[in-house]
């Protein structure tokens, strides 16, 4: 194995954050607090390694050996496969008052503990070497130069031997971990934010990695990685054509329908039936045999099914079919990074040609108050479904029933190639509802309004309200007829 080979990490979301995985015969450290999934990954790291016939080494330095075995193999992880070697405290180290230097020559009593690590390499002779935690090193010798000189000797001394080695690290008062950067290759740091665990890669020498903060859970699997998206990368082709709401008047308004590889926003106030609307354009696809996603990110499923089915839209049978999915998200319990994901499976796997978010406000609970991070999230997402051809609707509810016109509540006017807006007005006591449209950057547009219902058969929309003003105030008249 040459220096420039590369190797999986053992998690496909690191691999890609890291162009490729580790490069071989190097050394990396995973940094983070305590319970972060430092040691989950290193056997993730070693599992990779397993699975594609080479040999694996565990040096383990403060757990004990059968829990360590015992909650890896919980995970899914062939502990039979790996190799321990225990250096960790024993019991009788309680009443023990001696101190080892591991590395050293200086005293008799660190040979045997060298020795003992020398002769497993050897017999091992492992490829792929974890090291949980190397700062317990710290606590067996006399002082932080003799630690460092010795931890440099250490991986050193695996590279020699054709190792890749993975060190974990906890930071101490005694010993802050950014004193070890300089021995490592690269540094893989875990962490907690507002949203959630995040994870990234400060340090990584001979090659680019793709940088920002990136997502990871931990699961009864192990550890799922979740990269940033990264738009650029995701292109398809896609034929430049218009895909028909069903409905004639809609697609009057819109010069025959939405681009494909568009983002729409579908906007207005609660019941003006924008969730509806979007539905429509895909019945339409399904009578394409194309695939959509609808994403519930503010009502449940059983709800929008049976109010789907009381003004004809089939959606039922849509998914009974496999042309529609229906999938309620709970915000609080993903990142955006974890979110993205689950979008790109949809779209890479399922081949699903409309998406559609329902709605902006519970997607941004995923942010955890990270408001400032709403909008480059948002231009991300719609960037990859435009890539990748995907035709996107954001449901953006504004909160205002009438009164002073707004285009979309979340101010995301400038990633939408269409605004589509439904508005309440009163007319003669009665509520009714119109629709329009705002904005539409691939073609013209009529620039009229239409009365617009939702009936037991479905949508309705009538001719343009040319014989009113006030429209958009929420308060129209009629014009008086010459």
């Given at each position: 194995?040459?220096?420039?080979?590369?190797?999986?990490?053992?998690?496909?979301?690191?691999?890609?954050?890291?162009?490729?995985?580790?490069?071989?015969?190097?050394?990396?450290?995973?940094?983070?607090?305590a319970g972060s999934g430092k040691t989950i990954l290193g056997f993730h790291f070693l599992q990779a390694g397993v699975e594609n016939g080479e040999t694996a080494l565990f040096i383990n330095?403060?757990?004990?050996?059968?829990?360590?075995?015992?909650?890896?193999?919980?995970?899914?992880?062939?502990?039979?496969?790996?190799?321990?070697?225990?250096?960790?405290?024993?019991?009788?180290?309680?009443?023990?008052?001696?101190?080892?230097?591991?590395?050293?020559?200086?005293?008799?009593?660190?040979?045997?503990?060298?020795?003992?690590?020398?002769?497993?390499?050897?017999?091992?002779?492992?490829?792929?070497?974890?090291?949980?935690?190397?700062?317990?090193?710290?606590?067996?010798?006399?002082?932080?130069?003799?630690?460092?000189?010795?931890?440099?000797?250490?991986?050193?001394?695996?590279?020699?031997?054709?190792?890749?080695?993975?060190?974990?690290?906890?930071?101490?008062?005694?010993?802050?971990?950014?004193?070890?950067?300089?021995?490592?290759?690269?540094?893989?740091?875990?962490?907690?934010?507002?949203?959630?665990?995040?994870?990234?890669?400060?340090?990584?020498?001979?090659?680019?990695?793709?940088?920002?903060?990136?997502?990871?859970?931990?699961?009864?699997?192990?550890?799922?990685?979740?990269?940033?998206?990264?738009?650029?990368?995701?292109?398809?082709?896609?034929?430049?054509?218009?895909?028909?709401?069903?409905?004639?008047?809609?697609?009057?308004?819109?010069?025959?329908?939405?681009?494909?590889?568009?983002?729409?926003?579908?906007?207005?106030?609660?019941?003006?039936?924008?969730?509806?609307?979007?539905?429509?354009?895909?019945?339409?696809?399904?009578?394409?045999?194309?695939?959509?996603?609808?994403?519930?990110?503010?009502?449940?499923?059983?709800?929008?099914?049976?109010?789907?089915?009381?003004?004809?839209?089939?959606?039922?049978?849509?998914?009974?079919?496999?042309?529609?999915?229906?999938?309620?998200?709970?915000?609080?319990?993903?990142?955006?990074?974890?979110?993205?994901?689950?979008?790109?499976?949809?779209?890479?796997?399922?081949?699903?040609?409309?998406?559609?978010?329902?709605?902006?406000?519970?997607?941004?609970?995923?942010?955890?108050?990270?408001?400032?991070?709403?909008?480059?999230?948002?231009?991300?997402?719609?960037?990859?479904?435009?890539?990748?051809?995907?035709?996107?609707?954001?449901?953006?509810?504004?909160?205002?029933?009438?009164?002073?016109?707004?285009?979309?509540?979340?101010?995301?006017?400038?990633?939408?190639?269409?605004?589509?807006?439904?508005?309440?007005?009163?007319?003669?006591?009665?509520?009714?509802?119109?629709?329009?449209?705002?904005?539409?950057?691939?073609?013209?547009?009529?620039?009229?309004?239409?009365?617009?219902?939702?009936?037991?058969?479905?949508?309705?929309?009538?001719?343009?309200?040319?014989?009113?003003?006030?429209?958009?105030?929420?308060?129209?008249?009629?014009?008086?007829?010459?």
């Amino acid at each position: 194995m040459t220096s420039t080979s590369r190797l999986a990490t053992g998690s496909a979301g690191l691999d890609e954050i890291l162009h490729g995985g580790f490069v071989a015969e190097r050394n990396y450290m995973f940094r983070g607090p305590a319970g972060s999934g430092k040691t989950i990954l290193g056997f993730h790291f070693l599992q990779a390694g397993v699975e594609n016939g080479e040999t694996a080494l565990f040096i383990n330095l403060e757990e004990d050996l059968d829990d360590l075995r015992t909650n890896a193999a919980a995970l899914g992880f062939d502990t039979d496969a790996i190799e321990f070697l225990d250096l960790s405290p024993s019991a009788e180290a309680f009443t023990e008052d001696d101190s080892y230097d591991i590395f050293g020559a200086a005293e008799v009593e660190q040979e045997p503990l060298t020795s003992e690590i020398v002769d497993t390499v050897a017999a091992v002779d492992p490829d792929r070497v974890v090291v949980d935690p190397l700062t317990q090193l710290r606590y067996l010798v006399a002082d932080d130069y003799q630690f460092r000189k010795q931890v440099v000797g250490f991986m050193r001394y695996l590279k020699q031997q054709g190792a890749t080695a993975v060190f974990t690290v906890q930071n101490t008062r005694e010993l802050p971990t950014e004193d070890l950067e300089f021995i490592a290759d690269g540094t893989i740091k875990l962490e907690t934010a507002a949203y959630g665990r995040t994870i990234t890669v400060p340090k990584f020498r001979g090659s680019t990695t793709r940088s920002g903060e990136h997502a990871y859970r931990i699961t009864d699997d192990g550890i799922r990685v979740f990269p940033i998206l990264e738009p650029s990368d995701h292109t398809a082709d896609f034929p430049s054509e218009q895909l028909s709401s069903g409905i004639s008047e809609i697609d009057n308004l819109l010069h025959g329908g939405l681009e494909r590889g568009t983002v729409t926003v579908v906007s207005g106030p609660t019941g003006a039936g924008k969730t509806t609307l979007g539905t429509q354009f895909m019945k339409e696809a399904a009578s394409r045999d194309e695939r959509s996603v609808i994403y519930l990110f503010e009502e449940n499923t059983e709800t929008f099914l049976q109010r789907s089915a009381a003004i004809g839209i089939p959606v039922t049978e849509m998914i009974d079919r496999g042309t529609l999915s229906v999938r309620e998200i709970e915000a609080l319990e993903l990142s955006p990074q974890e979110f993205a994901s689950i979008v790109r499976e949809d779209v890479e796997q399922n081949d699903t040609r409309i998406v559609m978010i329902d709605g902006i406000a519970g997607y941004r609970l995923t942010l955890r108050g990270e408001e400032d991070m709403i909008l480059q999230r948002m231009h991300a997402l719609g960037r990859y479904l435009k890539n990748a051809g995907v035709t996107t609707i954001f449901v953006d509810e504004t909160t205002g029933v009438t009164g002073d016109f707004v285009a979309t509540q979340e101010n995301i006017s400038y990633l939408a190639d269409n605004i589509v807006f439904l508005r309440h007005l009163e007319l003669h006591g009665e509520l009714r509802k119109a629709i329009g449209v705002l904005k539409k950057r691939t073609s013209d547009f009529e620039r009229t309004l239409r009365e617009f219902d939702i009936t037991a058969d479905g949508i309705r929309v009538g001719d343009p309200l040319t014989q009113m003003r006030g429209i958009l105030g929420g308060t129209p008249e009629l014009l008086d007829e010459e």
